[in-house]
């Protein structure tokens, strides 16, 4: 049986009242809230994000692990009996705190980030195929909507990783008015999407055409020396996660595994640090507290391109990859079914080339296979790049070492590159 979770944002609990609500033809008397009872029902874990502005103003300025101690005992105090995960997530905007009224001053991307980072690191660590529940009745301004959004990325990013399947499944109960006493509140099935590899790849890069544009990156990379930094092309990142997306069997080839590696590195400690502090890191003046991160909502989709494009299956030798492990890419999944039958034709085709190939210098494919010489080196229009899935022998590099075969883009790599940009 799979994984079940139920995720929600809550407000301040105080005002709520118990109410009976239903759910499948089936009543649950004197509940508090619809997630609770969305976690009964299909017997789900419950993780519930609160906007640190719940916090007494008290709390603000206090280690973060105080805060989020304060907010559980606060929220806690109204489910006595209830078994659910808390998590203290950035608030933007004003909103009165006692008898204060403060304002929480940055971007509306934070709890986006948050949240999205939070629920990644949660999933990551679940072996079975995963069932969400969304439950979007509650919230403050954005964040239930913000909330959803990073919950379909990281859902996407779990599956796309793991090889899982699921769905998630977002609900919402009926409006109630304070006064009014209906015989039950409804909770109702908005939409249900289901995941699996293909279909996580592809929100992906969904997202990062459609945020990447108005996200101008520019990333420093630390290559070993702290005083030794240099801006990573992220328009690099973008075309190579396009081209995979596209008819991504190439892709290994075309990664430059050190920069790459390099570039996860420092998004991953940029997110853990921002998840660790941003609670904490706030600049005040006469109750307005003022976020110090500068982060976009940007830097998650990034960060989930990222994650597909370093994964470990590949050694880099020159920018070469070995051809028994491309061969991996069959079972990866991580491109669409045509790109997959594309390239596994043009890696049986180079394989049968055997004892033909010989060790040393890289020579173009087309070269090697002697009956059509390379004409035109790095030569490629798209419609031919397409067609052989990017191992197409005017741009393909081969070589023997060590009796594995490599294949690579050698010079051709930038043109490459650039062409894959403007597909």
Known sequence: MASRMAISVWGDPERWREVSYEIDGKIYDNQRNSTHVIGKHFDAAISVFIPISIVDACGMGRPPEDQVKMAYQHVKQYFPS????????????????GENVINFKGKLDLFKIFSFYKLFKIFDKIDDNLEIY?????????????NYEAIKLAFSLYCALRDKKGKIVAMNSDPFTAGNKPVSIKINVVETLNFDREIGVDYIAG????????????????????????????????????????????????VRNDQMQLFMKYVNSTMESFSNSVLSEFDYSKDVYSYRSSLNEGVIVIFSALKILTIDLFTNSGNMAPLKKLKILKETKLARKMAMYLFNEEIKKIGKLGDSIGDGKPVLLGDLMGKYPAKKPC????????????????????????????????ECLDGLIRKLEGL
Do not use: Q
């Not at 997530?89 to 004003?94: E, H, K, L, Q, T």
């Not at 439950?135 to 909507?145: E, K």
């Open 82 to 97: 209830e078994d659910f995960e808390i998590m203290i997530a950035p608030s933007v905007g004003i909103f009165k705190i």
């Open 134 to 146: 969304a439950d979007l009745t509650y919230g403050i301004n954005y964040m239930t909507m913000a």
């Open 207 to 254: 997202e990062l055409r459609r945020k990447f544009d108005i996200n101008k990156f520019k990333w420093s990379k630390i290559t070993g020396n702290d005083n030794d930094k240099t801006n990573v092309d992220t328009n690099e990142v973008k075309a190579l996660f396009m081209a995979m997306d596209g008819f991504g069997a190439f892709l290994p080839c075309l």
């Open 379 to 410: 030569g490629s229009n798209n419609r031919i790049l397409i067609a052989h899935c990017a191992l197409e022998m005017n741009i393909t590099y081969i070589k023997k070492e060590n009796d594995e075969i490599l294949l690579g883009y050698g």
